[in-house]
Structure formats: C-alpha cells, structure tokens
C-alpha cells in the first residue's frame, strides 16, 4: 500500500512540473511578442500626459537704454531729476530697464557730443536729441555730421531702436526746418523713427514760466518744464515697438 501511495505521488508531482513549465513557457513566447512589436525595446507603461495649462509668456532679457543729447537729456528744466523725459521713460519701462547709459552735456552741439563720448556697445533702445544747439552749423555740414554719428550708432548697436529727437526750437526760426529734414533723412535712413518737436515748443505751457525753482536752478522760457518733459517722454513711449 505504501509502495502505490508513493507512485501516485510521484505522478502527481511530475504532472505539477510539466504544468509549471508550460506555463513559463507561454509567457516568455508572449514577452517575446511584446518585445518585438516594440522594436526589441522592454515594453513600458505609458507615462500619463501632463495636465494642460496656463504658463506665463517669456519675457524677453533685461534691456540696455542709452540717451544722447544736450540739455533737454540733460533734463533741464525739468522741477526734479525724476521728471527729465528720459528718467521718465526709464520710469514707465520699469523692470525690463537692465542698464540705462546717458552721454549729455548742456550747451553741446552734435559734433561736441560725438567727439567727447563714447558710442556705447549693445544697446536695445537708443535716443538721440541732438541739433538744437548747431544753428551755427552750416546745414549741409550738420546733415553729415548727423549721419555719420549714427552711422556708428548702428554699427555699435545694430538691433537697437532708434529715435531721433527734432530739434527744440520754433520752426519760424531759419534754418529749423533744413536741421529737422537732416535729422529725419538720416533717422530713417536707418530704420528708426524720428519725433519733432517744433509743434510742442510753440505751446508755451511746455516751457517757463521764468525764474520758476528747478533741480538745476530757475527756470527759462526756452527750455521744457515738467509738462515739457512728460509730453517727449510720452511721444517716445509710444514709438517703443
């Protein structure tokens, strides 16, 4: 009896064996499947698709501003510092300002400015009020003389936006009208855009009133005041792409 315990025994575990094996066989030839309908690679789960939304647009780097001129850059007159037109556009631009660069001097002329200062390097916005002090210019020289400085204004900044500032002066005077040409031939001339400022000089709420207290002492008639300033600051902002 124990010898007939043992046999069936026996046959049960080989019939446990043969199961086992044909069982891990049929999974390998379906892995194999699996692995060839995936080019060879191990198969994965899917990764689940991330969830839509919202992102903020890039913005773009820092910008680097640079203003050349005479007074008006300068800021005079102006009440305060904060209320010279370029502070203002500095001010308005905010955060995107990196770097503001400003070569100025009051009483200058175009060829003055150009002689004493550097062109700087890598600027994204660039205004230049130049003209306004060269009536003793002859005008074909100034016209060259202006075209030449921003020829190196390109040539130092060739992505830049340019602006180029008319002259301060009543267009009754001789010689406004052939100063603003030259400037507007050579602004455009290379891409920029040219903003006049004859009209704003004859409103005469834009300048004075005479011996009024300034951050750079009384005040004139000819140059801008605070509301002066505001308006060019405006005109210039609103030509900013």
Same mark, same amino acid.
């Given at each position: 009896?124990?010898?007939?315990?043992?046999?069936?025994?026996?046959?049960?575990?080989?019939?446990?064996?043969?199961?086992?094996?044909?069982?891990?066989?049929?999974?390998?030839?379906?892995?194999?499947?699996?692995?060839?309908?995936?080019? /060879?690679?191990?198969?994965?789960?899917?990764?689940?698709?991330?969830?839509?939304?919202?992102?903020?647009?890039?913005?773009?780097?820092?910008?680097?501003?640079?203003?050349?001129?005479?007074?008006?850059?300068?800021?005079?007159?102006?009440?305060?510092?904060?209320?010279?037109?370029?502070?203002?556009?500095?001010?308005?631009?905010?955060?995107?300002?990196?770097?503001?660069?400003?070569?100025?001097?009051? /009483?200058?002329?175009?060829?003055?400015?150009?002689?004493?200062?550097?062109?700087?390097?890598?600027?994204?916005?660039?205004?230049?009020?130049?003209?306004?002090?060269?009536?003793?210019?002859?005008?074909?020289?100034?016209?060259?003389?202006?075209?030449?400085?921003?020829?190196?204004?390109?040539?130092?900044?060739?992505?830049?936006?340019?602006?180029?500032? /008319?002259?301060?002066?009543?267009?009754?005077?001789?010689?406004?009208?052939?100063?603003?040409?030259?400037?507007?031939?050579?602004?455009?001339?290379?891409?920029?855009?040219?903003?006049?400022?004859?009209?704003?000089?004859?409103?005469?709420?834009?300048?004075?009133?005479?011996?009024?207290?300034?951050?750079?002492?009384?005040?004139?008639?000819?140059?801008?005041?605070?509301? /002066?300033?505001?308006?060019?600051?405006?005109?210039?902002?609103?030509?900013?792409?």
């Amino acid at each position: 009896m124990a010898q007939k315990r043992n046999r069936k025994f026996g046959f049960a575990v080989v019939a446990m064996a043969v199961a086992a094996v044909l069982f891990i066989g049929s999974n390998i030839l379906q892995g194999q499947r699996v692995n060839a309908e995936n080019g /060879g690679a191990p198969a994965r789960t899917p990764s689940p698709l991330p969830s839509a939304s919202t992102s903020p647009t890039p913005t773009a780097g820092p910008l680097s501003v640079w203003f050349s001129g005479d007074s008006l850059t300068v800021g005079v007159h102006a009440t305060t510092e904060a209320e010279a037109f370029r502070s203002l556009v500095v001010t308005e631009l905010g955060d995107r300002v990196g770097e503001t660069t400003v070569t100025a001097r009051s /009483g200058a002329t175009l060829q003055r400015v150009a002689d004493e200062y550097e062109v700087p390097v890598g600027m994204d916005i660039a205004v230049v009020a130049l003209g306004t002090n060269d009536f003793g210019t002859d005008p074909a020289l100034f016209a060259d003389q202006y075209t030449a400085y921003l020829d190196r204004v390109v040539e130092a900044s060739p992505k830049a936006q340019l602006i180029c500032l /008319g002259a301060w002066r009543p267009s009754s005077i001789p010689g406004t009208s052939a100063r603003d040409a030259a400037i507007w031939q050579a602004c455009t001339a290379q891409g920029g855009t040219y903003i006049p400022l004859t009209g704003l000089f004859a409103d005469a709420s834009l300048r004075g009133p005479d011996g009024a207290p300034t951050w750079v002492g009384a005040a004139d008639t000819f140059h801008p005041n605070s509301a /002066g300033h505001r308006v060019i600051a405006d005109r210039i902002l609103a030509s900013l792409t």
